[in-house]
């Protein structure tokens, strides 16, 4: 098959019916694949296989702690691996398919490899709406362990060539249908007995799950790493990244936002929704540019800006 294949760097190919069908083969025969989604690109391995789970994590060279989340078709492939209550099923019912991911109670019966959980009692699901993701779902008849394409830690991808430049010759197949609408990861919300708790903002908002379930959130509180996207450097460029600057620096490329025009600006009209899908690609941008720094316009903290605030804040720890 066609597809672009840079020294060093996994194969590239145009996303159509053929690069889904040998995606769908590379997969069944346990191997790692990177697809997008809606929120960012993944790579993905079948979440029962134990040998390719362990292919992503050494792709990435992400901590064993750090749950995966599995992708699946529909709610009730979803409900073979976890037990929904009344509150996951207002949920998935308002926002399936789409981003957001619920973590539930496992069930026993799911034979989900033990690496995805990370030996947790839970398991972080979602049902994606992107239809490449979907179509390599049906066509592989998987459920996928899919975490972001990029090394760990490092700047989320929301192209094809950001995962190539990641990752490298350690993903041998890279499926590529443009950049990602909604730019960042999925919201994850933990359900609990007495509540729900938001463990990583997103493009679903707390707004949003608030009205679905009609209560507010439990108390922020200190968990156990039990998604991704909970550590407290995560979505990092190599350089230094200061927030929330009007006027940056010489030595710092400046990511704008509104009317802090910058050397690149986020969303000149000042929607966070426009700011969110460029978010990432920006930073991969900065982070090639010949400055030294980077810089970041202030943000509202409300709506999606939570989930850019989250990302930001966690890229600049050093």
């Given at each position: ?110 034979g989900i490899a033990a690496a995805v959980t990370a030996g947790l009692p839970t398991i972080a699901i979602r049902c994606p709406a992107h239809p490449v993701m979907r179509a390599l779902l049906l066509a ?27 990752l490298g010759d350690a993903v041998p197949l890279i499926i590529d249908a443009g950049a990602c609408r909604a730019g960042l990861e999925s919201t994850i919300v933990a359900l609990r007995p007495n509540g ?123």
């Amino acid at each position: 098959m066609a597809g672009s294949n840079p020294q060093g760097k996994g194969r590239i190919i145009p996303s159509d019916a053929l690069a889904v069908a040998e995606a769908a083969a590379q997969l069944q025969m346990g191997g790692i694949v990177a697809v997008p989604t809606e929120t960012v690109y993944g790579l993905a391995a079948d979440a029962r296989n134990a040998t390719a789970v362990a292919k992503i994590y050494a792709a990435k060279g992400r901590p064993d702690f750090n749950p995966l989340i599995v992708h699946v078709p529909d709610r009730e492939t979803a409900a073979t691996l976890a037990v929904f209550d009344d509150a996951a099923n207002r949920l998935a019912d308002q926002f399936w398919p789409g981003p957001l991911t619920l973590v539930l109670p496992l069930k026993a019966s799911a034979g989900i490899a033990a690496a995805v959980t990370a030996g947790l009692p839970t398991i972080a699901i979602r049902c994606p709406a992107h239809p490449v993701m979907r179509a390599l779902l049906l066509a592989s008849g998987l459920v996928l362990a899919a975490p972001s394409a990029n090394r760990s830690g490092g700047i989320s991808p929301t192209l094809a060539g950001h995962v190539a430049d990641s990752l490298g010759d350690a993903v041998p197949l890279i499926i590529d249908a443009g950049a990602c609408r909604a730019g960042l990861e999925s919201t994850i919300v933990a359900l609990r007995p007495n509540g729900w708790q938001i463990l990583r903002p997103g493009p679903v908002t707390a707004e949003q799950i608030e009205q679905a379930l009609g209560s507010p959130p439990l108390s922020a509180e200190s968990v156990t790493i039990e998604a991704p996207g909970q550590l407290a450097s995560h979505y990092a460029p190599a350089k230094a990244v200061r927030l929330n600057v009007i006027s940056a620096e010489p030595q710092e490329w400046h990511i704008g936002f509104g009317a802090v025009h910058g050397d690149f600006n986020l969303s000149t009209s000042g929607d966070l929704s426009e700011a969110a899908a460029n978010l990432f690609a920006a930073l991969h941008i900065a982070d090639a540019s010949d400055r030294t720094a980077i810089a970041v316009a202030p943000i509202q903290n409300e709506g999606i800006g939570a989930a850019i605030n989250d990302r930001l804040q966690r890229a600049a720890v050093r």
